[in-house]
């Protein structure tokens, strides 16, 4: 059981993710003898986990396939949060590299005088679900935090486009950010790239183009539990307790399958599709990494920021007891999440220059 319409599960599960408290240590006991896979769970998620396993149960939805995809698509248009009135957003199209057509980007909180960071954000979805104006909101919030600009990417998904359309389209957003940082209110020296999940894996590969190609300068890379091994689930083998839901092997599979254009796993893989093989990592901005415990990408992300700290790159590793992929952004507000958040926050003010006081 490997697999849910994550969508689905948390649109049923929103409803008592308001309503659900803190159990006892009796009841966390009880709950995990219950149902073993609420064992490794952190406590203050326990609760509402169960309420997801319970969901999963009763849908029995195998993996992510072409036959479900059109849903899974259209369900996660569905969950993207108001956005705010005090935070500027503008769509655009911008020019996408030679031989490609344009890119949508969505700016946010630019044009302000001066030389602010900027952040260029790529969403999650599995390479093959998700749009960048579902994440709106959340940007928004960091950059309202961090008193930054950010240009998050509509890049094109799989399988229509594979990694070779994906990646231009992104290149081209961070290009043309720091073409216009003038006009932007940005500073051309200050600018990191990020994203969550498949998203993480399209920023850790932005900055890898980034370098090789020599053209513009990225400071930082934030990848928050990133997708960066098409192996994992196919040719490596994953430990039972990790990802019971959310997004597990066979959806893994298929996300990775369809980015590349093949079959994942196999020692036919393009080394520049996939961030976890490249063989040098010398070069790549500094790094923060934030993965939970029993994320089916846990070991990808530990090898690769222990690969980016022994090629000379400064990367932060933190690895959340007990959570799960997306845990940040479950309906259910923990003490753990607001920590992991604060840490992602601190690391991206570190990492771009900006002062703690203002």
Known sequence: MEMMHRRTLLKSAFAAGGALSFLSPAQLLAAVAEDPRLANVHPEY?????????????????????QTLPKSRAMMKQFASPRRDDVPVEKRAIPGMKGQPDVTVF????????????IVHTHGGGFVSGTAEG????IQDLCKELDCAAVSVEYRLAPETTYAGSIEDNYAALKWVHGNAAQLGVDPHR????????????????????????????????????MLDDRTGTTRAVPPHIAPFMWGRGDNRFG??????????????????????????????????????????????????????????????????????????????TRVGTWFNEAKVNALRLGLGISTNG
């Open 46 to 66: 326990r609760a509402f986990a169960k309420q997801m396993l319970a969901q999963l149960d009763k849908q029995k939805d195998g993996p992510m396939s072409m």
């Open 107 to 118: 700016l946010v909180n630019a044009g302000k005088e001066g030389q602010r960071p900027a």
């Open 135 to 138: 994440f709106v909101r959340n």
């Open 191 to 226: 600018i990191a790239v990020m994203g969550e999940s498949a998203g993480g894996g399209h920023a850790a590969l932005l900055a890898i183009a980034a370098r090789d190609r020599g053209e513009v300068p990225v400071a930082f890379q934030c990848l928050i539990y990133p």
């Open 256 to 333: 990775w399958q369809s980015f590349l254009g093949m079959e994942p796993g196999t020692s036919k893989v393009p080394v520049r599709a996939v961030p976890a093989r490249q063989t040098n990592l010398r070069g790549l901005p500094p790094a923060f990494i934030g993965v939970g415990s029993i994320d089916l990408f846990l070991d990808e992300d530990i090898e690769y920021a222990r690969r980016l700290n022994d090629a000379g790159v400064t990367a932060e590793l933190l690895v959340v007891p007990g959570c799960f992929h997306g845990f940040d952004s479950m309906p259910v507000k």
